[in-house]
């Protein structure tokens, strides 16, 4: 009887060869080919997909001698980087996982955990077997018409003549990648590098046309905070900031896994180009920064439109402070008129009434023009 906790896969005898990998049993939504050199991509049948169970191109095969695994190793290598390969989209992330966890040696982490953790997606790049490599990563776009970034996320298991991708959202990332891979020019490094270069150089572009979108998403904030109408613009400020947060949290765990494509224990043609990955960084850092600058010049929105709160507020005092003092002097001089006194002056004159009045008149004339003059008016 077999102990479940044991691995998946058990280590073969001295000097027995090493098992031939396999590929996992998926259900793919639609497959290319991707051959060496500049044949570009082709549509390919998903249901002509290798059976469950086949050995993989360029996988070991079962005849190698004990002390050639050096040797065969790097044949592997060259030969996997000269096969065509199979790239087939699943249908949603778990199937991904699902393959992953069919290819893994050992019991390995637990799948789900990799793609996310308290709901927040998750950069990983994890060696699930010896031959295959599971990428995880999260994914940005941005709609104009609510002015929010969303997230989502891709994974990418890669393997001897084989790649399954798929995707979470609307970063539309197999587009991205298909235009990428039919793009004329000297292609460089292995099918399956390509296509991981492809993927990697998709998410990063669409993160830069989220960068491009807030960018104008602040650049009209900015008119808003300046606009006489005196739409109140904290509320959008703070929208803005929060998606900016957003967007580098789905930006930053790219830069911080990715780096794990160049380790020296990955084959080479699973890795990505140093190159690309050395541009891919660059574009990630200028992107931070960019988003950084526009995280400041929001901050300084939102002090420049505390600034004017508090200057129109002092406006506000000033004109009522002044209106205050023109009402109070008719209440003082008909504060005056009214005291009732018997040897008050002008208390009989026939005039005393219009005069009275007139006093006041000319009294809160006069106060007027002297505010007007000063500005509070």
Same mark, same amino acid.
């Given at each position: 009887?077999?102990?479940?906790?044991?691995?998946?896969?058990?280590?073969?005898?001295?000097?027995a060869?090493?098992?031939?990998?396999?590929?996992?049993?998926?259900?793919?939504?639609?497959?290319?080919?991707?051959a060496?050199?500049?044949?570009?991509v082709?549509p390919?049948?998903?249901?002509?997909?290798?059976?469950?169970g086949?050995?993989?191109?360029?996988?070991?095969?079962?005849?190698?001698?004990?002390?050639?695994?050096?040797?065969?190793g790097g044949q592997?290598?060259?030969?996997?980087a000269?096969?065509?390969?199979?790239?087939?989209?699943?249908?949603d992330?778990?199937?991904?996982?699902d393959?992953?966890? +069919?290819v893994?040696?050992?019991?390995?982490?637990?799948?789900r955990?990799?793609?996310?953790?308290?709901?927040?997606?998750?950069?990983?790049?994890?060696?699930?077997?010896?031959?295959?490599?599971?990428?995880?990563?999260?994914?940005a776009?941005?709609?104009?018409?609510?002015r929010?970034?969303h997230?989502?996320?891709?994974?990418?298991?890669?393997?001897?003549?084989?790649v399954?991708?798929?995707e979470?959202? =609307?970063?539309?990332v $197999?587009?991205?990648?298909?235009?990428?891979?039919?793009?004329p020019?000297?292609? $460089?490094?292995?099918?399956?590098?390509? @296509?991981?270069?492809?993927?990697?150089?998709?998410?990063?572009?669409?993160?830069?046309?989220?960068?491009?979108?807030l960018?104008d998403?602040?650049?009209?904030?900015?008119?808003?905070?300046?606009?006489?109408?005196?739409?109140?613009?904290?509320?959008?400020?703070?929208?803005?900031?929060?998606?900016?947060?957003?967007?580098?949290?789905?930006?930053?765990?790219?830069t911080?896994?990715?780096?794990e494509l160049?380790?020296?224990?990955?084959?080479?043609?699973?890795?990505?180009?140093?190159?690309i990955?050395?541009?891919?960084?660059?574009?990630?850092?200028? @992107?931070?920064r960019?988003?950084?600058?526009?995280?400041?010049?929001?901050?300084?929105?939102?002090?420049?439109?505390?600034? +004017?709160?508090?200057?129109?507020?002092?406006? =506000?005092?000033?004109?009522?402070?002044?209106?205050a003092?023109?009402?109070?002097?008719?209440?003082?001089?008909?504060?005056?008129?009214?005291m009732?006194?018997?040897t008050?002056p002008?208390?009989?004159w026939?005039?005393?009434?219009?005069?009275?009045?007139?006093?006041?008149?000319?009294?809160c004339?006069?106060?007027?023009?002297?505010?007007?003059?000063?500005?509070?008016?």
């Amino acid at each position: 009887m077999t102990n479940p906790t044991e691995p998946r896969t058990s280590a073969p005898p001295d000097g027995a060869p090493a098992p031939a990998s396999r590929r996992p049993t998926v259900r793919a939504v639609a497959a290319w080919t991707v051959a060496p050199g500049a044949d570009g991509v082709h549509p390919a049948d998903p249901a002509a997909l290798a059976a469950a169970g086949a050995p993989a191109p360029g996988s070991p095969t079962t005849d190698a001698r004990p002390g050639d695994d050096t040797a065969a190793g790097g044949q592997d290598d060259r030969r996997a980087a000269r096969a065509t390969v199979t790239w087939a989209r699943l249908e949603d992330l778990d199937a991904v996982l699902d393959a992953a966890a +069919q290819v893994a040696s050992g019991s390995g982490p637990t799948w789900r955990g990799l793609a996310r953790r308290d709901g927040h997606p998750l950069a990983h790049v994890h060696r699930v077997a010896a031959d295959w490599l599971l990428l995880v990563t999260p994914t940005a776009w941005f709609t104009e018409a609510d002015r929010q970034v969303h997230t989502g996320q891709f994974a990418a298991l890669l393997g001897p003549g084989l790649v399954l991708t798929a995707e979470e959202g =609307d970063a539309d990332v $197999h587009a991205l990648m298909l235009d990428k891979l039919g793009a004329p020019g000297d292609p $460089h490094g292995s099918p399956v590098q390509r @296509i991981v270069s492809a993927a990697v150089l998709a998410i990063v572009g669409g993160a830069s046309d989220v960068e491009l979108g807030l960018g104008d998403a602040v650049a009209d904030t900015e008119r808003v905070v300046f606009d006489q109408q005196r739409e109140d613009p904290v509320e959008r400020i703070y929208d803005l900031k929060r998606e900016i947060t957003e967007a580098r949290r789905a930006l930053m765990p790219v830069t911080a896994e990715l780096p794990e494509l160049l380790d020296p224990d990955v084959p080479d043609h699973l890795g990505v180009n140093r190159r690309i990955l050395e541009r891919v960084v660059t574009t990630v850092e200028r @992107i931070d920064r960019h988003l950084d600058a526009h995280d400041d010049l929001l901050s300084d929105m939102l002090q420049v439109h505390m600034t +004017q709160v508090s200057v129109r507020q002092n406006e =506000d005092m000033r004109k009522i402070s002044a209106w205050a003092a023109i009402l109070v002097y008719p209440t003082i001089v008909a504060g005056v008129y009214g005291m009732n006194f018997r040897t008050m002056p002008e208390l009989h004159w026939a005039f005393g009434y219009p005069f009275a009045l007139a006093l006041m008149a000319g009294g809160c004339v006069v106060l007027y023009r002297v505010f007007k003059r000063a500005g509070w008016l």
